[in-house]
């Protein structure tokens, strides 16, 4: 603890010109101090919350029994498909024809702009005015080469364009023609 030092400051009591008084030094013991700094550091890193990661709620439905639900057919015009490759590489092209293939990449003024642009065209022909209320559908298609990032990465642009319908599917042969032609479907005779 503070101890106080009594000892004399020096002069031994004799000076000239009056009587000096005594000068008491102090000294200030630490120990508690770091003590307490230490029980506050633990106190602190045990109480505290680390930061919690961010997932995505992805609602996948069950599978439905071939008797009992058949899947609603979608306009064409109302579809985008988009297919992720190795090294990042990201195909699309409108409607359910696999014709032209368009690539493009991840960013804003990629994938999003590309979204965007069709959730105006299928307001414009089927005359839907509310806003984010497109009813288009996008069919996200990934290659055996493609990454878990890419899949994240076109998920993240559905929540960020705020499409509500899309659906995972797999890469069909065509398609994987298409791309092995760098865009370009073979017509079969």
Avoid at 39 to 55: C, D, E, N, Y
Avoid at 122 to 139: F, H, I, P, R, T
């Amino acid at each position: 603890m503070a101890d106080i030092d009594s000892s004399s400051g020096g002069g031994h009591g004799k000076h000239k010109g009056g009587v000096r008084s005594k000068k008491l030094s102090t000294r200030v013991d630490l120990t508690p101090m770091v003590d307490l700094a230490f029980l506050l550091i633990s106190f602190f890193m045990l109480t505290t919350q680390l930061s919690k990661s961010v997932a995505m709620d992805l609602a996948m439905p069950k599978k439905p029994d071939s008797q009992t639900i058949q899947p609603e057919p979608v306009a064409g015009s109302k579809v985008l498909n988009i297919i992720a490759d190795k090294n990042d590489d990201l195909w699309y092209y409108p409607d359910v024809i696999v014709a032209g293939l368009k690539k493009t990449n991840y960013s804003a003024k990629g994938l999003r702009e590309i979204i965007l642009e069709r959730q105006a065209q299928v307001k414009a022909k089927w005359g839907l005015d509310k806003e984010n209320d497109s009813k288009m559908v996008v069919l996200i298609k990934l290659t055996d080469d493609a990454t878990y990032k890419n899949m994240v990465d076109i998920l993240d642009e559905m929540d960020i364009t705020k499409t509500k319908i899309y659906a995972i599917q797999d890469v069909n042969d065509l398609e994987l023609e298409a791309i092995k032609n760098g865009g370009n479907a073979k017509v079969s005779e």
